[in-house]
Nanobody
Framework: QVRLVESGGGLVQPGGSLRLSCASS????????MGWYRQAPGKQRELVAT???????NYVDSVKGRFTISRDNAKKTVYLQMNSLKPEDTAVYYC????????WGQGTQVTVSS
């Protein structure tokens, strides 16, 4: 069982920035493929960004150039730096860890509003 704990969400004005963190309990964190997903009210959960154990990164088109995913294997933590935030980025953001199974965190709320 892998435990994931997200932090860093909050209320920010349009154009602002937030940095999300996801701390993992995984023993072999470095081999896990990590991801950030989000779910807005009334919508399905969608992929935001992923980073594999080998460091390959992918983003959904709507966040390219604004969001940056990274990982610190020594700290067993994955990050999502979010810049130039828009109201449509408002959602609960979830961290995931994937190897033979998929594990999820409890989510952290991000609200972009003036």
């Amino acid at each position: 069982q892998v435990r994931l704990v997200e932090s860093g969400g909050g209320l920010v004005q349009p154009g602002g920035s937030l940095r999300l963190s996801c701390a993992s309990s995984a023993t072999l964190f470095s081999i896990y493929d990590m991801g950030w997903y989000r779910q807005a009210p009334g919508k399905q959960r969608e992929l935001v960004a992923t980073i594999t154990g080998g460091g390959t990164i992918n983003y959904v088109d709507s966040v390219k150039g604004r969001f940056t995913i990274s990982r610190d294997n020594a700290k067993k933590t994955v990050y999502l730096q979010m810049n130039s935030l828009k109201p449509e980025d408002t959602a609960v953001y979830y961290c995931s860890a994937r190897r033979s199974s998929v594990y999820w965190g409890q989510g952290t709320q991000v609200t972009v509003s003036s």
